[in-house]
């Protein structure tokens, strides 16, 4: 055993090696799509629940769901980034809702939310 080890010159095979010699393990996981694996932090069973409860939507399909819950983890974790940037510009590192307003006033693309939080 020893011997293989030494004849491989490193003690990990080469099978774990990718086409650059990267290892196998700095290479981020592939999605899976076992019925158990979260694609979604939020849950997609209210977010169903959301979208049917607006009276123009009849049918909204699991994909529809899924890009809809996508979406609002991004924009969440985009305008909490960016209240957070605020929150430190304050020496904080808790949030707070003037740093979401400083957030909203201080990037274009939250100009629709303005006046949302009065």
């Given at each position: 055993?020893?011997?293989?080890?030494?004849a491989?010159g490193?003690?990990?095979?080469?099978?774990?090696?990718g086409?650059?010699?990267?290892?196998?393990?700095?290479?981020p996981?592939?999605?899976?799509?076992?019925?158990?694996?979260?694609?979604?932090?939020?849950?997609?069973?209210r977010?169903?629940?959301?979208?049917?409860?607006?009276?123009?939507?009849?049918?909204?399909?699991?994909?529809?769901?899924?890009?809809?819950?996508?979406?609002?983890?991004l924009?969440?974790?985009?305008?909490?980034?960016?209240?957070y940037?605020?929150?430190?510009?304050g020496?904080?590192?808790?949030l707070q809702?003037?740093?979401?307003?400083?957030?909203?006033?201080?990037?274009?693309?939250f100009?629709?939310?303005e006046?949302?939080?009065?």
């Amino acid at each position: 055993m020893a011997a293989a080890a030494a004849a491989s010159g490193s003690g990990t095979s080469r099978e774990e090696d990718g086409p650059a010699g990267e290892t196998a393990a700095s290479q981020p996981p592939a999605p899976t799509s076992a019925p158990g694996a979260r694609l979604s932090r939020l849950p997609l069973a209210r977010v169903k629940a959301l979208v049917k409860a607006d009276p123009d939507v009849t049918l909204a399909g699991q994909e529809a769901i899924f890009i809809l819950a996508r979406a609002a983890e991004l924009f969440v974790e985009t305008i909490a980034k960016d209240a957070y940037c605020c929150a430190q510009q304050g020496k904080r590192k808790t949030l707070q809702r003037r740093d979401l307003d400083n957030a909203i006033e201080a990037v274009d693309e939250f100009a629709f939310l303005e006046g949302t939080l009065d």
